[in-house]
Nanobody, 118 residues
Framework: QVQLVESGGGLVQAGGSLRLSCAASERTISTYVMGWFRQAPGKEREFVAG???????YYADSVKGRFTISRDNAKNTVYLQMNSLKPEDTAVYFC????????????WGQGTLVTVSS
């Protein structure tokens, strides 16, 4: 079973940047699809970004051009670089992984809170 631990959340002003990290217990995350989801207060959890095993990336329209997902397989870590943050990006961000389907991942982290002030 893959265990995922997020870090890097915090409070940032609108227009600022944050980088989230997700450390995976599995030593072969290169064989998993990895992704990030978020859940804002009172809203359902939504897909933010994903990366296939071959390195292809996928983004929600709301973050395209501002967020970048990447991974360091040697460190078993996935990152989410978030630039030009907006107050509507405020949410708990979750790292997730699956063998095949990043839109319905099997494994989840506990989440890290990102708050963007206006």
């Amino acid at each position: 079973q893959v265990q995922l631990v997020e870090s890097g959340g915090g409070l940032v002003q609108a227009g600022g940047s944050l980088r989230l990290s997700c450390a995976a217990s599995e030593r072969t995350i290169s064989t998993y699809v990895m992704g990030w989801f978020r859940q804002a207060p009172g809203k359902e959890r939504e897909f933010v970004a994903g990366q296939s095993r071959s390195g292809n990336t996928y983004y929600a329209d709301s973050v395209k051009g501002r967020f970048t997902i990447s991974r360091d397989n040697a460190k078993n870590t996935v990152y989410l670089q978030m630039n030009s943050l907006k107050p509507e990006d405020t949410a708990v961000y979750f790292c997730a992984s699956d063998v095949t389907n990043i839109y319905a991942p099997r494994y989840w982290g506990q989440g890290t809170l990102v708050t963007v002030s206006s």
